[in-house]
């Protein structure tokens, strides 16, 4: 099934534009939350690697992840949602799933057709919003996601939040 077509989009996937690893995110989530995505990502049988800074261990619950003391490592859980398509979740917190994928890896109508599955995947089983911005982008300014109310991904920014998200990315560079 596919939810937006790749002319419509194009912008949305140029990593000069958006930067090469956007982020995604789940607001407003619990543990019970990031419980259901570890759930999911072995029920959907995709590849996946769960590391503590450069050890590769098995996959805790997510309780026991995020009852780590802050100064712990950090840890990230890899998951191939399709060949070639990474997305890297990084479990810091139980009020928001944060992840990035790599839009390099998510060209064309293939492409788009591969992270909308994967977001209506994870939206679906959470029955919550799954939002993406730009590289470093504000969160309140989503470009485009998956809505639970419709069932499917859509757009939800233009043009011009892109513009306006590269160009603070593009201050702040010239500031450091």
């Known amino acids: 099934m596919t939810d937006l ?31 259901t995505v570890l759930d999911l990502v072995r029920a959907r049988g995709w590849q996946w690697q769960y590391s503590q800074g450069d050890t ?19 840890v990230s859980l890899r998951v191939w ?26 060209q064309g109508q293939e492409g ?14 959470l029955g919550k919003p799954v939002l993406m911005t730009p590289e470093g982008g504000s969160q309140e300014h989503p470009v485009l996601g998956f809505d639970p109310v419709v069932s499917k991904v859509v757009l939800l920014g233009d043009r011009h939040a892109t513009d306006r998200d590269q160009s603070a990315r593009l201050d702040k560079t010239d500031s450091t």
Not at 24 to 34: A, G, H, I, N, Q
Not at 81 to 106: C, H, K, N, Q, Y
């Open 56 to 74: 590769v261990l098995p996959l805790p619950t997510a309780a026991e992840v995020l009852a780590r003391p802050p100064e712990a490592e950090t």
């Open 112 to 125: 788009v057709d591969t992270l909308c599955d994967f977001l209506r995947a994870v939206g679906s089983e």
């Open 81 to 106: 949602p399709a060949p070639g398509v990474l997305a890297i979740f990084r479990l810091m917190s139980e009020t928001e799933i944060d992840f990035d994928v790599d839009l390099r890896e998510l």
């Open 5 to 35: 077509r790749w002319d419509e989009v194009r912008e949305f996937f140029d990593p000069d534009l958006m930067g090469a690893l956007p982020d995604l995110f789940v607001p407003d989530t619990t543990v019970e939350d990031w419980q």
